[in-house]
């Protein structure tokens, strides 16, 4: 892989992480307000169906964990295992691709109020 594509791809990561961070926290932050709050799970299924805020939000969250997974994987087989090349990449990038759409599927049924 050229220079230049390492370099995005670190940059890639670095971004998802900052995207990443935010989440789990407004994430976090939410579970214990609704815990606290007494809200059961069917509370907060009515509460979020539809919302397309709440929606947009988990799809980036999503998108996040897409981006920055596959490229910390990559990293890890080329240290640990010395696989590289275009087979990891490949590799990696079925990874990713997975990630985000059971996460799409997960925020999708979730959010749209259908079947996972």
């Known amino acids: 892989?050229?220079?230049?594509?390492?370099?995005?791809?670190w940059?890639?990561?670095r971004i998802s992480a900052m995207v990443l961070a935010l989440c789990v926290?407004?994430?976090?932050?939410?579970?214990?307000?609704?815990?606290?709050s007494g809200l059961s799970g069917?509370?907060?299924?009515?509460?979020t169906q539809g919302n397309v805020g709440w929606f947009a939000f988990y799809a980036l969250f999503v998108a996040a964990v897409?981006?920055?997974a596959p490229i910390g994987l990559r990293t890890i087989l080329a240290e640990t295992l010395n696989w590289r090349g275009k087979s990891a990449n490949?590799?990696?990038?079925?990874v990713?691709?997975?990630?985000?759409m059971w996460g799409l599927r997960a925020v999708t049924a979730v959010f749209g109020g259908g079947q996972a």
């Open 25 to 36: 926290v407004v994430h976090l932050i939410t579970m214990i307000y609704a815990v606290r």
């Open 96 to 100: 990713g691709l997975s990630l985000a």
């Open 11 to 13: 940059g890639a990561q």
């Open 90 to 94: 490949v590799f990696s990038a079925i």
């Open 1 to 9: 892989m050229s220079r230049r594509s390492e370099v995005l791809l």
């Open 42 to 47: 069917a509370e907060i299924l009515g509460r």
């Open 66 to 68: 897409s981006v920055h």
